[in-house]
């Protein structure tokens, strides 16, 4: 046999194995597609934009059939496709409701120091000291979720970050990004909450922040739908009993209660 002849048995056999070894891996690896994400995702618009939170459409999608989204994070959705989504998802088209992002804290320049800092990333500063307010649920005020938002949406105030409600898509990059998690999605069309997440006694929150709730309970017993609670010393608000009647809003003394604007607010 010629070595031509070898060479190319050799090739072949080669090409042979590597075919059969190839073919055994994918059958024993292969994961079957989802059909519903490959049909959500033929009604996303591919553009990619990551404004829903996601690197791109097929992510999104992939969120959207695990129940871990909503068709409403994606603003770039015609109304005829969100329908479409909205049945494929077994969504009536009034549950999938717009969401924004809310600041859950409101002590700003009201919060006690317990160092300052160089640090510029609220990340940063919280793997290093946690915080650096003697308020442990307090925002940090570095501006993270400022340079996370991908629309212009947040900025910030006198150590606090404010949200443009009419910028804001609910894409949920800034929750994502504070370490101390006070930066919530929450219904655009619900307007009144509290803006702190401290759960320590009112006598502790007072030593640490001239705003934060100290749980008197003054808005539970006013609210006429009984739609404020406390729970671990911080009053909560039940979006599906708020009425949005705001009557809880001049009753806390600590003025921690706001009715959310659409346009920024300065809260400190």
Do not use: W
């Not at 791109?56 to 989204?69: H, N, P, S, Y």
């Not at 800034?174 to 320590?200: F, G, M, N, Q, R």
């Amino acid at each position: 046999m010629s070595n031509q002849a070898t060479a190319g048995l050799v090739l072949g056999g080669l090409g042979l194995f590597f075919g059969l070894f190839l073919t055994y891996f994918f059958l024993k690896f292969h994961v079957e597609e989802n059909p519903l994400v490959a049909s959500l995702l033929s009604l996303l618009p591919g553009a990619n934009c990551g404004a829903c939170g996601e690197a791109g459409c097929a992510g999104f999608a992939q969120k959207l059939a695990e129940g871990k989204a909503i068709p409403a994070r994606c603003v770039a959705l015609s109304q005829e496709n969100r329908k479409q989504l909205c049945q494929l998802l077994g969504l009536s088209e009034t549950e999938v409701k717009a969401v924004v992002a809310r600041v859950f804290c409101s002590g700003g320049v009201s919060a006690v120091r317990r160092f300052t800092t160089n640090l510029q990333d609220c990340r940063a500063l919280h793997a290093l000291f946690d915080t650096h307010l003697a308020c442990p649920s307090g925002c940090l005020g570095l501006g993270s979720c400022v340079r996370s938002c991908p629309f212009g949406a947040i900025r910030m105030g006198r150590l606090l970050p404010e949200v443009d409600e009419k910028k804001c898509v609910g894409c949920g990059r800034c929750v994502e990004v504070c370490p101390k998690e006070i930066i919530k999605l929450t219904l655009l069309e619900k307007k009144v909450y509290v803006a702190c997440s401290s759960h320590d006694r009112g006598a502790t929150v007072m030593k640490v922040c001239k705003i934060g709730c100290i749980g008197c309970g003054r808005c539970v017993r006013i609210c006429p739908e009984k739609a404020i609670t406390l729970e671990n010393n911080l009053a909560v608000i039940d979006p599906e009993r708020c009425t949005n009647c705001g009557r809880c809003v001049p009753e806390c003394p600590r003025k921690v209660i706001f009715v959310a604007p659409e346009v920024y607010q300065p809260l400190a």
